[in-house]
RNA sequence: GGCCCCGUCGUCUAGCGGUUAGGACACCGGCCUUUCACGCCGGCGGCACGGGUUCGAGUCCCGUCGGGGUCACCA
């Protein structure tokens, strides 16, 4: 067996000639973690890179796990990282009828046989093949029977015995599977409700998939449903198995896509992110989401599996964060300023100046929203790092502040020029160094010693508040 | 265990027979500077191992080791 890349000349072709046609299929059973928005993520993009259709089918056939609330989860996760489907959803659940049909085809045509082999009996013959040190493929002679018995039974499907099936991959290279690794696998129960590797099929050639573009869990799977498409006369879909994502911790599997919003993280830098996990452009790291659907092709994708790095994810939203346009940034702080108490509209003139000057200081909209409140808080409620303050509210240093208030109260145009002015004015009178008031200043307009340009930051704070803070400034 | 896939700095990756093996995150220095960031400059650090093929191998072949996936009347 081997894989090799296949000649990309022949799909390119194919695709030119008919419209690309891909789908997430999520079961929903939770929410939507990284893993699967990924794989959303590069159906979409190829979809997009192609001017192809993006479908969105629920597999909720397992009614004791499936919920509407995931459903829904997952949706508003799509929606939110701006992955919009095509056409209409599709629930597998309500596509009992076909399901019906494809098996009645199967049956008739002798595809499937009953079988009547029991849990025991397969566990049995599994235990003695692992015993002699063989691997366990389901063969029984309910294939061959001739009569029908009177005893429970399900539709397995007639695998040949030889040859091979062979398809190529479009991240995987040829892949080749001897026939008789591939069992006989269950398609329907005997009441005649389908079995995944069945319904896939049938909802994917309903859909009229093009392109399955799916884990890299379900390569062995490939095979079998290849097997069911040529039994059921329909059109074989290209495969593009992507690699998965590794080193995942418990608690990053289980998150999901907004427990990442509501960290602080932007859309587009989290699709920036998960997109270049399998993916690449050269060296570039950065790109709008228009760039990436301008850029992606699943024939750049990787084969080898890849594991988040937290860090970099973080310094790739930052990237978004100061590529961000300003009074978007300032609608999407908005939120999470809520969170801490701040209560700010949008167009607020100071908040958009207040984004600018903290952009760059903030990795995640939740960082950026802790670092804005002190603009906002009334000043007698700043809170301060007590550090900070013992540190720098020296007898002296809170004189200068004192000093330095009284003469700003005279700056009539409350701007960057004039207040920086008018401090260089007095210290240079003083004979003192800006650095001997900076840091003071700082931790009485900020309450920390980190923040933005002393200039900057008393603009955008106002004349009021700025004097109000310097002069409520006390030793201790 | 059978079958399949993968293996370039710690991490994400570029590379597609001839490169001083490039970039990014992180880390360590330095610069900038009113602090913290941003930014800029520099450093550390990698082709898993062993055989072939070839004038020449990170690139091709085989093996070993390591990692992953899959072996349901789940999807």
């Not at 046609?21 to 929410?31: C, K, Q």
């Not at 591939?182 to 329907?188: F, N, T």
Request: glycine content about 6%; aromatic content about 8%.
């Amino acid at each position: 067996m081997s894989a090799r890349r296949p000649n990309p000349n022949g799909s390119e072709k194919r695709m030119i000639m008919s419209e690309v046609r891909v789908r997430f299929a999520p079961s929903p059973t939770g929410v939507l973690h990284l893993g699967g928005a990924r794989t959303a993520l590069f159906n979409y993009l190829f979809a997009r890179h192609t001017g192809g259709k993006f479908l969105l089918r629920i597999e909720d056939t397992d009614r004791e796990r499936s919920t509407d609330e995931s459903t829904q989860a997952i949706i508003d996760a799509m929606n939110w990282l701006g992955m919009h489907h095509d056409e209409e959803i599709v629930y597998q659940s309500k596509r009992i009828d076909a399901h019906r049909e494809a098996l009645d085809t199967l049956i008739a045509q002798k595809s499937v046989y009953k079988c009547y082999c029991t849990a025991e009996d397969r566990n049995k013959a599994r235990e003695k093949a692992e015993a002699e040190g063989g691997s366990y493929i389901h063969r029984c002679d309910c294939r061959d029977m001739e009569t029908e018995k009177e005893e429970a039974f399900v539709w397995r499907f007639r695998m040949p015995k030889e040859g091979e099936t062979v398809f190529d991959d479009i991240v995987q290279g040829t892949i080749t599977t001897a026939n008789r690794e591939i069992e006989d696998l269950v398609v329907a129960r005997q009441d005649g409700s389908p079995l995944y590797n069945f319904v896939v099929v049938v909802d994917d050639a309903f859909q009229r998939v093009t392109h399955v573009v799916r884990g890299k869990d379900h390569l062995t799977n490939t095979p079998k449903q290849i097997q069911i498409y040529q039994a059921l006369g329909l059109p074989v879909p290209k495969f593009a198995h992507l690699p998965l994502i590794l080193g995942l911790s418990k608690r990053l599997r289980s998150a999901g896509v907004e427990s990442y919003r509501d960290q602080g993280y932007l859309a587009s830098g989290l699709n920036n992110y998960i997109s270049r996990l399998g993916w690449s452009h050269g060296d570039q790291e950065i790109f709008t989401f228009a760039e990436i659907i301008e850029k992606f092709d699943l024939k750049d994708v990787n084969r080898s599996e890849g594991s988040l790095d937290m860090q970099k994810m973080e310094w790739v939203n930052q990237q978004h964060l100061q590529n961000c346009d300003g009074a978007m940034l300032a609608e999407l702080v908005v939120p999470f300023l809520a969170k801490e108490g701040i209560v700010v509209n949008a167009a607020d003139g100071k908040l958009l100046a207040a984004v600018e000057t903290m952009r760059a200081r903030a990795k995640t909209l939740v960082e950026l929203a802790q670092n804005m409140k002190f603009y906002f808080v009334a000043d007698d409620q700043l809170e301060f790092d007590e550090k900070a303050r013992a540190k720098f509210y020296t007898e002296t240093a809170v004189t200068y502040l004192q000093e330095m208030a009284e003469n700003l109260a005279e700056v009539s145009e409350w701007t960057e020029e004039a207040i920086s002015e008018n401090v260089n004015t007095y210290i240079a009178q003083k004979g003192i160094k800006l650095k001997d008031v900076a840091q003071p200043s700082r931790v009485a307009l900020v309450g920390r010693a980190a923040g933005p340009g002393l200039w900057e930051t008393m603009a955008v704070l106002g004349k009021e508040s700025s004097l109000k803070r310097l002069t409520q400034a006390k030793s201790e």
